[in-house]
């Protein structure tokens, strides 16, 4: 109790904080306080004020990367109060598809910065087949591999990506192929990221595959087909489609009436007898291993 003017009050005690210890996996970022040594923010805003522009601080030579990231196609400076072109060549603007006027931009931290860093090399894992073959659980359990070797990857998801980017798109031909348009993309921009990315998803469409594959680098789409039979896949129906379809209240579900196409050279098939998820995995992993994604 503590007595204030006469009056006893409850003594309060602000309980104690400790700090929890939290080790992640040795992952490559996780070693950046080995690399990097970071100025305290103090000293960045003075040397801001200094130079008067954040610029001079970027273009400062960095581990041998020496074009800045402010350095543009051209030199304009204020004369009179309006820009001069100094005649330099101001680049080629390009048309892609509807998307008119636009030029493709470099940045000096590029593909091979970003992998040394993670200490892996980024690439697709497509992984194709029917309903109900198995493709989000080999999916996962390759993601948990190689989380606990401490490597980055991402699962794309055909059903999670279509609760966001996708959910304007349905299941007709069009529609699919445009869902594989899309996730295709995404799965790229991993990949240039330095990001393992395992797409999962049936992908029933040949020509909507080799479509993706032919937006990657040779060698870095890796085709992964799970070779389980439609009366398997229909026996274990998970949710419920397959009977929703041979009911008639789903149209257009593939293996019932609508094609599935199995890959012609796929990197990898895993057949239904090739074991547990996990042990499928071990397989693309021992692939990923031989390639030498694993290691920048």
Not at 21 to 31: E, K, L, Q, T, V
Not at 179 to 191: H, S, T
Not at 268 to 277: D, E
Request: contains cysteine; hydrophobic residues 40%.
């Amino acid at each position: 109790m503590v007595a204030i003017g006469g009056i006893s009050l409850p003594r309060f005690v602000a309980p104690s904080l400790h700090r929890q210890s939290f080790s992640p996996p040795a992952i490559g970022f996780a070693r950046f306080p080995d690399r990097i040594r970071l100025r305290s923010t103090v000293a960045l805003l003075d040397e801001v004020e200094k130079t008067g522009s954040r610029a001079a601080i970027v273009n400062r030579k960095v581990d041998g990367l020496v074009k800045s990231d402010c350095e543009t196609d051209f030199d304009a400076t204020l004369s009179n109060g309006h820009a001069r072109n100094s005649g330099k060549n101001l680049g080629v603007l390009s048309t892609v598809g509807n998307s008119t006027n636009i030029k493709w931009h470099e940045c000096s931290v590029g593909k091979i910065e970003r992998q040394s860093l993670l200490e892996q090399k980024g690439c697709v894992i497509w992984i194709t087949g029917l309903s109900g073959s198995g493709k989000s659980c080999v999916a996962c359990a390759l993601n948990q591999i190689l989380y606990k070797m401490g490597k980055l990857a991402y699962i794309l998801d055909g059903d999670n990506v279509r609760h966001g980017l996708n959910r304007d798109l349905g299941f007709k031909a069009e529609d699919r192929a445009e869902n594989i348009r899309r996730i295709g993309e995404v799965a790229k921009l991993f990949a240039d990221a330095g990001v393992i990315c395992i797409a999962s998803l049936i992908s029933p469409y040949r020509r909507d595959r080799d479509a993706c594959r032919a937006i990657l680098p040779d060698g870095y789409f890796i085709e992964v087909f799970m070779d389980v039979s439609l009366e398997v896949c229909e026996a274990r129906d998970a949710k419920g489609l397959y009977k929703l379809a041979r009911a008639g209240k789903i149209k257009g579900f593939t293996g019932i009436d609508d094609p599935y196409e199995v890959p012609l050279n796929c990197e990898i098939v895993l057949k239904n007898n090739g074991g547990s998820p996990c042990e499928m995995a071990e397989k693309v992993l021992s692939y990923l291993e031989q390639k030498g994604f694993l290691q920048a």
